[in-house]
Structures are given as structure tokens and as C-alpha cells.
């Protein structure tokens, strides 16, 4: 639309169609603080009540983020009501007086938004959240969302026959959580929240309250709380604020409740028992123990004086941790131990500490924790651990600052949110950056020391211990008086280092050439040591630089008839460099921001890390170093070995979770490579033969560097000679003749089933067909990949909306670059055995009809218009571009590939849709994969 039109049109809705209303309470966030408001934002009251905050935000350009809270959740619910405030969650889509069942959902995407990802709502204890990411700016489409969203909190319907078809929807919900993370919740909440109302308000629900939840009940629920003093309207975006605010008083300034005000809700009290553990015996489950610390919630303003107590506890609560990891790292009884902090709204003032033990030894796990406990509650910390975990936090705000710029209006929106619920204010990053300096000198050893005394005070610490055999209650509360007593643990001091103490690198390397790449300002620098660096600058985030170094085949250069340990690859960067260990890198990176991380990819090993403008030249050299002078740490190996083997039996306990360790070998026609480790490798595996492996695969090939983000090719190419083009020269290296020969499973009506141990009542179902892979048929490629978003639209309407049958079936098209011969179009699904025969059936009767006949104009353009405005947001960003660009040395068609991705999409059509699946999918038979409970319903464990 026209700049001009656009105005003339904002104009019209002002002057015509909006109510006069006034701005009202615009303090009402910021009462009582005396922290500076954050002037970009715009605050305001309707006189129903209606809170609201608008902001202008130009990124992403032409785009408007919009939230609607409602100050209800599952604490609003009475027992007979459990699970009620997620279902009228739900009902809100199901229709309104002024929009049909569905056609929320419908309108959203017709201008261009996701369902899932543009478009969802959330629900907690404290809250009820309807989110809309809006792709355009435009006033009317601003106005006609606005117009839905002001009807789905006041005037939603309940149909019975709607809500018995939503009830199979969530109870569909409900079923998919794994069963263990189920018997934690029933079996902690009422020992750690004794005396609270959160004890018994998970927000999903239980069987009987969704069962017993009518039509009118559930109206009753939603008009007692959908009210307008209890709704709160958050709008950010590339918008006129005062056109915002007017639009905002249009649709949500008429709305009045149509109940009297309930009284607040009684949220219990801390109760203290002499009940302080409880434990869960689950076959297969880690040795865990979580640990609470209660203490009553209170409402405080949002002031200096709250935020040096904050700070001062989070300081605390770091430190405590870093003493933590250090012991677990030198071989604890301990895998991993964590504890947080935080107030939950109507809940608590909380400590929590998380536990996994080492091989089974959780007795002693307890006691080696509760000795860094008692030795953080015995003597105060020194000024160099607080030193360094403020130089952490002040990076982090000082990170902020540079990009405040570039922040995306969902972000801030959330943040508002967050801040709702949290009775808290929002501040400007400069702000925050300004009270932090003034606080910092104030966090004395004393003062940390006091915040950790507080942490670990109230009602607790209560014990939920989790083990893969029974142990009674008895058991675990004498353990927990053993660790509580135990002697202070001695203190380790660390050692200062620098980059200095990094092994050095050769003389700077020199460039040979340099290939710009005008149009797609991108540039191609080639070094003598064979080297190359490809580089973009951006300013999408301000401050942010993103970095990769991707050398060798990955694993199409592994043999594709043995496994091998690339299941390692996540030690590989955390191992160290020279004579640093992890401590030492962790120590060299404090006050930096810089990161390092290593992954086998399909095609290539990649070293990455994330930085900025200023500490580039460093990220490279660490990078750099790691490949000259690799560490490899028994000590870590041991604790990621022991980790492995502790969770092993977590892969089976789901179906999700058996369905995600089968897949990526199934799908590859049982290729080696991708075969899941099995506990007898993991339990076999040396730290001699860890080394062995990966230290080949880090001195092969040429490495080729890509820069992408927020500083200048210059700079970048000074820091490249410097440290990637320092190295010695690489020689190439060729991926093995027959690595590349990966193909899909073979069509078969008969599914390939595999078992869980979890719930009786979970499956999880896939159905595929195979295509094609390789960097030709692009066209083709997209095709398939806009098909796959319409399958996933119709398998949602089919199997949510119609069938009840699945919550959140999910459809994809995933073909590789590398592979000639593997692609695959597919739909997968949690979902009950009971429903497993409607899911095949359905997902065949949905591909052959979109192979028989194009969509209609319209259900294109619904699926059309949400993929070209996630492509114009992925332009803008610099994952985008680190990924696009990683392979174009090695397959320079992608350059053009890069250049045609919003265009062909845009230029795509029905037919070229319908004919893509009708060569590519529907041409041979499927494939399926189902996995299947093994123990039957009603068995119990």
C-alpha cells in the first residue's frame, strides 16, 4: 500500500471509527519505583480498566507484535476447576460472536502469519497470554487483528459440541508429556508447596476436572476473569504509537464484565510439616535429587534498593555454582549440581538445587554439595570470585546497550510481559547499565555473604529424590540430615588467566585475492596457506558477530558401514587448549564476549563461536588455537561417559524420546553413521581412543572461515591473517567414494516398530515418503517445502480440529546438499495407540489429494504469505546468512540459490505445488515408523 494511502487510511480509523477515550493511570507499571521510566514505551489506562503499553520499534520493519494478558491462570482455578484456565485458553480460537471456529487462525494467516510461531497463547499459574507476531504494519490489518483479539477475551463461545472437540484436543495434550516428568510434578508439588495453592494447580489439569468441564462452567470461568482491570494490551512495532494506542481503545475500550469483580484469590500459606522428603522410584531414571528452600511471597516496588538485593543474591547464587561445577569437574560423586533463585508471583520467595548424581551415588552427591553450601554459609566469598562474576553480568549489560537498536519488537513485548507478571518495571538498557554500575562497588564480600545466608533460609530444605529403584521416604530424610551436617568443604583457588597464556601461532598470514560479490554484499578472501574467509557485514544486531570455521567432510567423510564416536563432538571444544582446561578457558573468557563450540555437521567439522567487533580478533585466535594445539581432558571425558550412561534409560521412557533416537538412523536407511550409540559403546569408550579419533579430523582440510554481523571486512581480514591464516597450510581432502550413497528406507505399508517404556496410553507415529537431494531442482526443493507447510495445515485441522486425534501433528520436507539420493516428505505425530490407524490413514489421504489437484487460491495464500513474511525476517538476520553461505565455496550454485529464495516462493503456484508432490512424493509408496508402548494400559509400572 502506499505511504500516503497508508496515512489517509490511519486517519480515517482515527477520526471515524474510534471511541474518545483517555490515556488514564500511565504510571501504573512504574508506582512506587524509583527507577527512570523507560521513555520509549507509552502507558496508559482505558476507563474500563484496560491496561496498555505501546512502543514504536522498527525492527523487523513493517511488522507489530501484539499481546493480550489476562491476570489469570491456574490459581485462579477452585479444585473442581483444575486445568479450566488452559481450556478456555484453547476456546478463545474456537470461536467468537464475531469470528467463526478457526477463522482467527484463518485471518492471521491470510496476512501472513504462522500459526504455532506467529500466532499461540500460553498459560501459567499466574497468567493467560494470547500472542500475535503481525507480519505488517499496515492500520488496517493492525485493526482487523486487534478487532479478533478484543473478541476472543470478551466474547468467546462455548458450544458443547466445540468444547467435547477441544476436551479431546488437551486431554490429547496432556498425554504427550512424558510419564515421568508427570509422577515428579504429583509427587514434589505437594511436599515442596505444602500449604500453597500451587500444590495441586498443575495447569494442564487432571482427567477428571477436563472430563468434567461443561460449556457453561467453563463460561462461568472465562467471564469471571476475562475482565477488563484484570487485561492488559501490549503493542510494539513499526507503527505510529498514537495510532496504537487509539486502535487499542476502539476494541477494547467498549468491553465491560459481565459478572461482579471476584475477590482475589487465596493463594494458601508456607506450611511447615515434618515431612521433608519424598522419593520416586522410576526404571531407567538418572539418580536426581531437587531440593527447596520456601520463603512467603511478598510484593515489592521495583526500586535500587530491591535491585541491589538481586544482584546481590544472584551474585551469591553464582559463585555458589562455580564452586559447584569446579568440584564436579575434578570427579565429584556429582554429574551436575545447580542452585536458582527466584520469587514466583503468588507463589514464593524460592531456592531450588538440582542434583544428578554419579553412578547411583546420591548419598554422597548430597554430602559434597551441602559441603560448598556450608562452606558459602561459613565465611564470605573473596573480592576476586565476586569481581569475576560481576565482570560477567556487566558484559552481558554492556552487550545490551550496543544492541538496543536492534532488539525485535517480540522481544520487547515479552519483556513487557514478563515484567507484568512479575510486578516489575521495564528500564532502557542504558538504564539498567547505569544502576548497575552504581550498585556494583556497593557488592561487598559482606553483602554476598548476607544474600547467601538468605538463599539458603525459610521452610526446607525439602528433598524429591528420583532413582531407578525404590528408596524409602525414611532413607532419603536421614540422608538429607547427614548432608546438612556435614563438615565445610576447603576452598580452591584459581588461577588468573589471560590470552597471553593461549600457545602461540605462526607469523600473519597474507592474502591472495579477494571475490566481492556486489549485490548480496558479500565478499570471498582467499589466504596463502589455502585458507578463505566469506564475510557479511550487517546491522541486524547491533554488537553481535557471528562465527564459524567448517573444515574436513563431516560425517560424509566417515565410513558409512561402522559407527565411530562422533557422539563425542560435544567435549571436543570444552576439552581445552594447550596446557588451559575448561576452568582456565572459562577464566580467560570471563569479562569477554566470546564463546567456543564444535559440532560434526553433514558435510563438515565446525568450530563457532559468537562475539563482537571489538573481541573478533581473539574469537578467531581462539578458534584457531584450538585447532593447533587441541587438549584432550580424561577428566571430562569421564563425566560425560558416567552422564551418558546414568540417562541412557531416558531415551526409552517416551515415546518422543524413543522416536528421537530412532529416527535419524531409520530415516537414513540404517546408515551406520547415524546409528544410536548403544550403552555398551558408551560404557566401552576410552579417553585414549576419544583423542584418537577426533585428532585427525582436526588437522584435515583447508579451513574455510565465515564472518557474518556487526563489524567491517578490514578488521576482520587483519584478524584472519593473524590467526586462521597463521596456521600452516592444510591439504585437502576428499570424502570417501562411497559416503555419499545415503538413501532413505525403502517404501512398505508395514511400519518399523520400536517400544517405549513410559505410559500405556503414548505412540508416536511417522509416516515419509522419499524425494531427492543434492543442490538441483531447487524449484522443486521449495515446492516440496511449501507442500510440507500445507500438509502440517491440514493435518492440523483433520487430526486437532476434526479427529481430536493428536494435539500438535507437525509435516516437513528435509532434503541434504550433501546426499545426492536422500529427501524425505514427512508428517510425525504424538498421539495414542488407540489413534494410530487414523493418523496413517489420514496423513495418505491428505499427500494423494495434494498430488491429484492444486489447492485453492485461497488455502495457498494462507500457506503462502506466512513463508514469504518468515523469509523477509529471516533476510534480517545473521543466522540466516551463516547458514546460507557455509557450502558456497564447496557449491558456488548456492550463490544463486541465496538470490532466488524470496523470489521463487513468491513466484510459486498451485500446480507447481500439486506436480512437486506428484513426481517427488507420491510417486513410489510411504514408509512408517510407529513406536509403541510395551507395557499395556492399566498395568501400572
Known sequence: MPFLQRCLLALLLILVTVPAHAAGDPDWLYRGSDIPRDEAWTFGTLPNGVRYAVRQNALPDEQVSIRVRIDAGSLNEEDHQRGWAHFVEHMAFRGTEGFGDGEARETWQKLGASFGSDTNASTSATQTVYKL?????????????????????????????????????????????????????????????????????????????????????????????????????????????????????????????????????????????????????????????????LRPYEVLPNTKAREKTDLARSIAARIVNRRLETKAREGASFLRAATGETRSTHIADLTQLNITARNGHWQEALNEVFAIINDALRAPPSEAEIAREIDNVETAATSSVTGASTVRSQQWAEQLVTAVNNNSIVASPETALAILDELTPQITPELVAAATRELFEGIGPKLMLVAPQATSVEAAEAALAAAEGVPPAERVEGRDVSMDDLPPLGPPGEEVSRQAIEDLGVTIVRFANGSTLTFKQTDFEKGSVSVQLRFGWGYSGLPADQSSLAWLDGIVGASGIGDLDLDAMERLLTGRKMAMSFGVAEDALVLAGQTNGTDLPDQLRLLAAKLAHPRWDDSLFARYQASGLESYDLHFASASARATREFPSFSRGDDARWTPVSREAIASATADEFQAFFTPLLARGPIHAIVVGDVDLETTVAAMKASVAALPARAPVEAPEDSLSVRPPEPSREPTVFTHNGAADEAYAIIG???????????????????????????????????????????????????????????????????????????????????????????????????????????????????????????????????????????????????????????????????????????GD
Open 133 to 293: 507476531d503481525l507480519p505488517g504494519a499496515d492500520p488496517q490489518e493492525i485493526d482487523l487483528s486487534l478487532d479478533v483479539l478484543s473478541d476472543m477475551v470478551d466474547t468467546a463461545l462455548f458450544d458443547p459440541a466445540t468444547v467435547e472437540a477441544e476436551r479431546r484436543v488437551i486431554l490429547a495434550e496432556k498425554g504427550r508429556r512424558p510419564e515421568l516428568t508427570t509422577r515428579m510434578l504429583e509427587e514434589s508439588w505437594p511436599l515442596f508447596y505444602a500449604g500453597l495453592k500451587i500444590a495441586t494447580r498443575d495447569t494442564i489439569g487432571t482427567d477428571a476436572t477436563l472430563k468434567g468441564a461443561t460449556a457453561d462452567g467453563l463460561k462461568t470461568f472465562y467471564e469471571r476473569w476475562y475482565r477488563p482491570e484484570l487485561t492488559t494490551v501490549i503493542m510494539v512495532g513499526d507503527a505510529d504509537p498514537e495510532l496504537m494506542e487509539k486502535l487499542i481503545a476502539k476494541h477494547f475500550g467498549p468491553w465491560q464484565a459481565s459478572m461482579p469483580a471476584p475477590e482475589e484469590p487465596d493463594y494458601g500459606a508456607i506450611a511447615s510439616s515434618e515431612r521433608r522428603a519424598a522419593a520416586l522410584a522410576y526404571p531407567g531414571a538418572p539418580h536426581s535429587a531437587t531440593l527447596l528452600w
Open 769 to 939: 515418503w522419499n524425494t531427492f537431494g543434492g543442490t538441483a531442482n531447487i524449484k522443486q526443493r521449495r515446492a516440496l517445502s511449501m507442500a510440507a507447510n500445507m500438509f502440517e495445515v491440514r493435518l492440523y485441522e483433520r487430526l486437532r480440529v476434526i479427529e481430536g486425534a493428536s494435539y500438535s501433528p507437525n509435516a516437513a520436507s528435509s532434503t541434504s546438499e550433501s546426499f545426492p539420493d536422500w529427501g524425505i516428505f514427512y508428517a510425525a505425530s504424538a498421539i495414542s495407540p488407540e489413534s494410530v490407524d487414523t493418523f496413517f490413514r489420514v496423513a495418505r489421504e491428505i499427500v494423494a489429494d495434494m498430488a491429484a489437484k492444486p489447492a485453492s487460491p485461497e488455502e495457498f495464500a494462507r500457506a503462502q504469505n506466512p513463508i514469504l513474511s518468515g523469509i523477509q525476517r529471516r533476510l534480517r538476520t545473521n543466522a540466516y546468512w551463516l547458514n546460507a553461505m557455509e557450502n558456497w565455496l564447496r557449491h558456488p550454485e548456492l550463490i544463486d540459490q541465496t538470490r532466488d529464495f524470496l523470489s521463487h516462493y513468491e513466484e510459486m503456484t498451485p500446480e507447481d505445488v500439486r506436480a512437486a508432490v506428484a513426481q517427488h512424493v507420491t510417486d513410489a509408496g510411504d514408509w512408517s515408523m510407529l513406536v509403541l508402548p510395551s507395557k499395556a494400559k492399566g498395568s
